[in-house]
Nanobody, 123 residues
Framework: QVQLVESGGGLVQAGDSLRLSCVASGRTLSSVGMGWFRQAPGKEREFVAAISWSGDTTSYAISVKGRFTISRISRDNTKYTVYLQMNSLKPEDTAVYYC?????????????WGQGTQVTVSS
């Protein structure tokens, strides 16, 4: 079992910044890394960014590349905090953001999900 606790959402204005956090604990050794997804009202959940536990590999959706940065810190290589720094926020970034554990890479499989945190960007 892996436990995920998210925090950091809120209401901001366009152009502002926000940092989301997700703390992963439990049986993380069997996984590869973590990803962030988001789901806006009436839309499907979409990939935002991902990072390996080593921190060496990251990937981003085209829509957030250059504005969002994913990073992580580890404690004893079993407990991780993954951050999603979001800069230059736009109203279209409004969504519920979820962190998820990346269990496999090819193809990517996410098997544990956080509860979600709301991000609202006003124009």
């Amino acid at each position: 079992q892996v436990q995920l606790v998210e925090s950091g959402g809120g209401l901001v204005q366009a152009g502002d910044s926000l940092r989301l956090s997700c703390v992963a604990s439990g049986r993380t050794l069997s996984s590869v890394g973590m990803g962030w997804f988001r789901q806006a009202p009436g839309k499907e959940r979409e990939f935002v960014a991902a990072i390996s536990w080593s921190g060496d590999t990251t990937s981003y959706a085209i829509s957030v590349k250059g504005r969002f940065t994913i990073s992580r810190i580890s404690r004893d290589n079993t407990k991780y905090t993954v951050y999603l720094q979001m800069n230059s926020l736009k109203p279209e970034d409004t969504a519920v953001y979820y962190c998820a554990i990346l269990a496999r890479v090819s193809p990517p499989v996410y098997d544990y999900w956080g509860q979600g945190t709301q991000v609202t960007v006003s124009s």
